[in-house]
């Protein structure tokens, strides 16, 4: 199974998902791979961001990053592809939509977090204009939603094989 977290930028939420996911499903024995893309170019070839290379250092995670745009045919490689914010799940089907490519796959990774559903708070906030804090509370609820990710992907035995 092949999962893509997408944000704008591709250096702030989407490469700390891409990190956490990774290990919670290494730490699950799940054959998942995770990578991640922005919608928008403007990062394109840059490390992640200084703050969230920090966060997920001192959370114990590492991270080899190069920013990328998401191009429409990554969409059809991946079997899902989890978004931060609403705004990112308009940009990721419009480029879908222009090339003619599905996109019942893509999902608000916060989907997967049962108390930030009951709490009407899908989105992973754009932590860019913010500090620290910022940064510290988008890994936060990424590690939460990947627990529930982990959980949905056991419970629904999908086929994780290859
Ligand atoms: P990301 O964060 O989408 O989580 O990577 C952002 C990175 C850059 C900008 C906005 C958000 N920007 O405006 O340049």
Redesign the pocket.
């Given at each position: 199974m092949r999962i893509l977290a997408v944000?704008?930028?591709?250096?702030?939420?989407?490469?700390i998902a891409e990190a956490v996911l990774r290990a919670q499903f290494a730490a699950a024995s799940l054959p998942v791979e995770v990578d991640s893309a922005?919608t928008?170019a403007?990062?394109a070839g840059e490390d992640a961001?200084e703050r969230a290379l920090r966060v997920l250092h001192s959370s114990g995670y590492s991270l080899q990053h190069r920013a990328r745009q998401l191009q429409p045919e990554l969409l059809s490689q991946r079997d899902l592809v989890l978004v931060?914010d609403h705004s990112n799940l308009r940009g990721v089907r419009a480029i879908a939509e222009r090339s003619g490519i599905n996109h019942d796959h893509v999902r608000l990774l916060r989907e997967f977090d049962a108390a930030a559903i009951a709490a009407g708070e899908l989105e992973v906030p754009?932590?860019?204009y913010g500090g620290a804090q910022g940064f510290t509370d988008v890994l936060q609820m990424i590690e939460r939603a990947g627990v529930g990710l982990v959980q949905h992907l056991r419970r629904h035995a999908i086929d994780t094989a290859g």
């Amino acid at each position: 199974m092949r999962i893509l977290a997408v944000c704008l930028g591709n250096i702030c939420r989407s490469p700390i998902a891409e990190a956490v996911l990774r290990a919670q499903f290494a730490a699950a024995s799940l054959p998942v791979e995770v990578d991640s893309a922005g919608t928008s170019a403007a990062h394109a070839g840059e490390d992640a961001d200084e703050r969230a290379l920090r966060v997920l250092h001192s959370s114990g995670y590492s991270l080899q990053h190069r920013a990328r745009q998401l191009q429409p045919e990554l969409l059809s490689q991946r079997d899902l592809v989890l978004v931060m914010d609403h705004s990112n799940l308009r940009g990721v089907r419009a480029i879908a939509e222009r090339s003619g490519i599905n996109h019942d796959h893509v999902r608000l990774l916060r989907e997967f977090d049962a108390a930030a559903i009951a709490a009407g708070e899908l989105e992973v906030p754009d932590p860019w204009y913010g500090g620290a804090q910022g940064f510290t509370d988008v890994l936060q609820m990424i590690e939460r939603a990947g627990v529930g990710l982990v959980q949905h992907l056991r419970r629904h035995a999908i086929d994780t094989a290859g």
